[in-house]
């Protein structure tokens, strides 16, 4: 069965994979059932099945899991009898990715954080970042570690590529990620003010930057951030 893993939003397309596959069953029996693995109170889902070729059968994966489920699913033709391998389709979601945008200079020493909730280190996770496939750096439940860059990038490189990443052969489009030159403060002014916390600091530099996508500028005194402007 592939993949072994899909959104908890369902829609993906799962191929059984088997020996004498037959297309003149009555369609109306043949279905996929999804046996919650994680919670025997769950009544089971069934899905419609349908007919790829002599040795794969077609169905996807229902909404209605949550991230981190897990499900076995077997086959029937007749909508009795269980085909029942053993085949266990995992659940995950993702919340997003940090940081958006990273220094193009130092990027081979960073990474990307995807966040979620359900990813399996078996899963066959690939990171692609402006066209360029990389294995992750870190896998957990909870986030996906992928390089910031790939071997040989452009250091001068200052603009936005393509991100998305594939698990278990699903590929899921992420918003592109910002490059940037490294931002070289050489000033401020003033170097003291009241405790209040009135009026302003101005940096000076070079390289700062606010034409693009999700740009977050911020200043930090002490544990206090406040936000920067341009």
Known sequence: MVPKSGSIAGGTE????????????????????????NNKDV????????????????????????????AQVDLTFNGIDFFS????????????????SGPSETCASDYIMIHGTGFRQESKITCNLGGHKMQPLEVNQEYIKCPMCWEGRDPEDASAVPFNITIDKKMIKLSPFQYYRQVVLEDMTPHYGPAEGEGQILFYGSNF????????????IGESIGKGFL
């Open 14 to 37: 799962i191929i059984i994979t088997g020996k004498r596959f037959s297309n003149i069953t009555d369609p109306e029996y043949v279905k996929c059932r999804f046996t919650s693995v």
């Open 209 to 220: 930057r606010n034409d693009f996508p999700n740009v977050d500028i911020a200043c930090k």
């Open 85 to 100: 391998n053993n085949f266990v389709f995992s659940f995950y979601h993702i919340n997003g990715y940090f940081p958006k």
């Open 43 to 70: 009544f089971p889902v069934f899905i419609p099945a349908y007919y790829h070729n002599a040795t794969a059968m077609r169905c996807a994966s229902p909404p209605g899991f949550k991230a981190n489920d897990q």
